[in-house]
C-alpha cells in the first residue's frame, strides 16, 4: 500500500493502518532505540510508546518526509527524554558500538596496533546522546541528511556542521591521547 493512503487510513484511525507501519518500521525502530539506551527492555519499552502516540501524533503528521523518517524522529525524541529523565548520560558515553568506527575516524584496520577501540568510544563518549545518536543514523543507518534534519528539525547545513564538527572532536580526542599516552 502507498505511503500516503497508509498515512490516510492511520488519521482516519484505521487499525489496519497502524498493523501495516508496524510491520514495516518496527525493527528499525527498536534498533534504534536499543542503539541509543543500550539496554533492550527499555528499548521495547521505546517501541511500544512510539507506536500508542501514532494514532494521536499523525494528526499532526503532515507528510512532508517519509513515515519511517517520522518515525525515527519520534523514536529519537522519546529515548532522549528517556536518557534525561533517566540521567544515563555518563553511562552511556562509556558505551559505543564499533559500527560507526570506521567513518568516525576513516577506514582503519581494528588489527591494526595503534588503533584502540575503547579509546574511540571514549572520544565518541564525550558528544552528546543527540549527536551520537545523528552520527548512529547518517553512519550506520545510512540516513541522508535531508532525512536527519527533518528528525532533529534542524537545517541540513547545521546537520553536516554537527556532524563534521563531531568527527572532528572525535579524532583530536583519539590524536591527543595518542601522543600523549
Known sequence: MDEKVILQHLKDGSREALALLWQAHSSNVLNLAFRM?????????????VFVQVPKAVQAF???????TWLYRLTVNACLMKLRSQKR??????ERLNVIV????GKVDSQDEDFDAELLEKGLAQ?????????????AEDLDVKDLASIYKMPEGTIKA????????????????????
Open 102 to 105: 570506521e567513518e568516525v575516524i
Open 162 to 181: 554537527r556532524l563534521s564538527r563531531a568527527r572532528h572532536l572525535v579524532r583530536d580526542f583519539l590524536k591527543e591521547r595518542k601522543d600523549h599516552g
Open 62 to 68: 503532515r507528510g512532508e518526509s517519509a513515515l519511517g
Open 89 to 94: 548520560h555518563r553511562e552511556l558515553e562509556e
Open 37 to 49: 539506551l543500550k539496554d533492550r527492555d527499555q528499548a521495547e519499552d521505546i517501541l511500544m510508546d
Open 127 to 139: 558528544l552528546p546522546a543527540e549527536t551520537r545518536s545523528m552520527l548512529w543514523l547518517k553512519d
